[in-house]
């Protein structure tokens, strides 16, 4: 079975940075699809950023620029690096993966059978 445990989570001064990171195991196949995914308060679950099995990446609008997907292979590790964080980026954020991800869907969190438990961010202003 796919497990996905996350980490690095915490509470940060708008500005500063964290480092989410994800531990995926139970695949053969390494060339899956992965993702972070975030729920506000009272919001829907939005899609943050993804990874696909070629190595490419999809992020939010909200995000561009500021955060960047990436999968160490050797360590079976997604991470997601957020950056110049902003009080509207505080959410539980969760990663979530799949072998096949409907192309142009990997932003919608349907697409996803395994999660990870979430790990939550707070940026105070």
């Known amino acids: 079975q796919v497990q996905l445990v996350e980490s690095g989570g915490g509470s940060v001064q708008a500005g500063g940075s964290l480092r989410l990171s994800c531990v995926v195991s139970?695949?053969?196949?390494?060339?899956?699809?992965a993702g972070w995914f975030r729920q506000a308060p009272g919001k829907e679950r939005e899609g943050v950023a993804v990874?696909?099995?070629?190595?490419?990446?999809t992020y939010a609008d909200s995000v561009k620029g500021r955060f960047t997907i990436s999968k160490d292979n050797a360590k079976n590790t997604l991470y997601l690096q957020m950056n110049s964080l902003k009080p509207e980026d505080t959410a539980m954020y969760y990663c979530a993966s799949d072998l096949w991800v409907t192309a142009g869907r990997g932003l919608d969190d349907d697409e996803y059978n395994y999660w990870g438990q979430g790990t939550q961010v707070t940026v105070s202003s």
């Open positions: 990874i696909d099995r070629d190595g490419s990446t």
């Open positions: 139970g695949y053969t196949d390494s060339r899956f699809c």
